[in-house]
């Protein structure tokens, strides 16, 4: 595959957490592994599943990397004019890394056009890797040989237990384990909210927020090795 230098963040445009709160992707997990690529060189570009200026949730600006993020002028305007997933030619980038937030499990599980582009990156030798509640977007991407693209392979993702941690086993349309885990992915997790990141050929995932920067870096190390 030659090396285009550019790295896609994919966001999610679901901004209601089934009537409990607003939610959105969360912050954190999108400027982290931005701040690694941009350090390394790479162009990152953001998509959504709607396009336009998706909805945040977890904003912590105490966090210097969240705030630098925030006030990056092209992250801004990259940000704040989002084009959908259609409209995003994959052949641009090297990896796609599907950010988290709660929101990530209403939208893109249900999203043909996230899903044709995952997979057209992932068989033509790209990265395809997600973060906390990213993987969501996982349990929507089918190969060409019709098999859930984690099937067989070593993933992670937020835990049943830090669902119930959260309060939101109940309200969360799926637990994202146990459905990666019903379509073959064999999902490891480490205690609640410790970082926790792994890397099965070119598919990388982690567990929660903390994984951010681990994801983002483990990313690096598959596209340079």
Known sequence: MTSTRKILIALTSHGDLAGVRPTGYYLAEAAH??????QAGYTVDFASVAGGKPPVDGEDLTDPIQKAFTEDAEVTAKVGATPRFADVNQADYDAILFAGGHGAMFDFPNDPDLAALARELYERGGVVSAVCHGPAALAGITLSDGSPIVAGKNIAAFTNSEEAAVGLTDVVPFLLQTTLEKQGGK??????WQPHVVTD????????????TGVAEAVLKVLES
Do not use: I, M, Y
């Open 33 to 38: 592994p931005w701040h690694v690529f941009k």
């Open 187 to 192: 999902h490891t997790g480490a205690e609640d």
């Open 201 to 212: 050929g070119r598919l990388v995932t982690g567990q929660n927020p903390a994984s951010s």
